[in-house]
């Protein structure tokens, strides 16, 4: 495709259920990240994958946040018991990961609201 | 650590020009970058500066001075589809590949 997609779009879920958030980054493109956004926030960092692997799962707020990434394309960022304050739209960006500029290419966001 | 302030909201005329400023404190130092979110989209990239200076692309101009910890976002001929909101952020020397990012200023244009 032509940019980032993000999937759902929306999710509302029950306190203490677990979810799944899909990322398919532009084709080609070896960096992806996560960030979260809280409402009239900032981003917030999440983890950063080059190709497959995790070299900085820094940000990752606690043991229920996990992520991965396969084929160097999609990636699953799941969250486990999931928490009120886990309400927030989760991005995705992708990019080249040139030293320079490596300008990053976000997503539209999933929506998460926790009940 | 790092951390990055900027105004939380902005109010300006159609036509006119506003600035956006943006103070950066960090371990080290390899760029400034500008993005732009409309309410409800995905943020999309404006911007980068490495190095002191002005650079201008159409209508929107960003400038950076490494010395003062400082740089600004500056949008001239304002149009309504401007108000958006705009962040700053910072890619350290570290080799952490992540932005950290300022909360943001809400610009709102008004007609």
């Known amino acids: 495709g032509a940019g980032v997609s993000q999937s759902p779009s929306n999710k509302v879920t029950e306190k203490g259920k677990d979810v799944e958030l899909r990322c398919d980054p532009i084709?080609?493109?070896?960096?992806l990240y996560w960030y979260r956004q809280r409402l009239g926030q900032g981003l917030e960092f999440l983890i950063y994958?080059?190709?497959?692997?995790?070299?900085?799962k820094s940000g990752l707020p606690s043991d229920r946040f996990s992520a991965e990434r396969t084929g160097e394309s999609v990636s699953t960022l799941t969250i486990q018991r999931t928490q009120q304050e886990d309400s927030a739209v989760y991005l995705c960006?992708?990019?080249?990961?040139?030293?320079?500029?490596?300008?990053?290419?976000f997503g539209p966001g999933t929506r998460l609201t926790v009940l | 650590g790092q951390s990055l302030e900027q105004p939380s909201e902005v109010t300006a005329v159609e036509g006119a020009i506003v600035q956006i400023n943006c103070t950066y404190q960090?371990?080290?130092?390899?760029?400034l970058s500008w993005y732009q979110q409309h309410d409800g989209g995905a943020p999309t990239f404006l911007s980068y500066?490495?190095?002191?200076g002005l650079e201008e692309t159409g209508r929107f101009s960003s400038f950076l001075s490494r010395s003062d910890s400082y740089g600004y976002l500056l949008l001239q001929e304002l149009q309504m589809k401007d108000s958006a909101s705009y962040f700053c952020?910072?890619?350290?020397?570290?080799?952490?590949?992540?932005?950290?990012f300022g909360s943001g200023t809400r610009l709102q244009v008004q007609p």
């Open positions: 960006a992708s990019s080249l990961a040139l030293a320079a500029t490596d300008t990053q290419y």
């Open positions: 960090t371990s080290g130092f390899y760029g």
């Open positions: 952020a910072v890619r350290d020397d570290t080799g952490r590949r992540a932005l950290t």
């Open positions: 994958f080059q190709g497959n692997s995790a070299p900085d």
């Open positions: 500066n490495a190095l002191d």
């Open positions: 084709s080609g493109h070896t960096a």
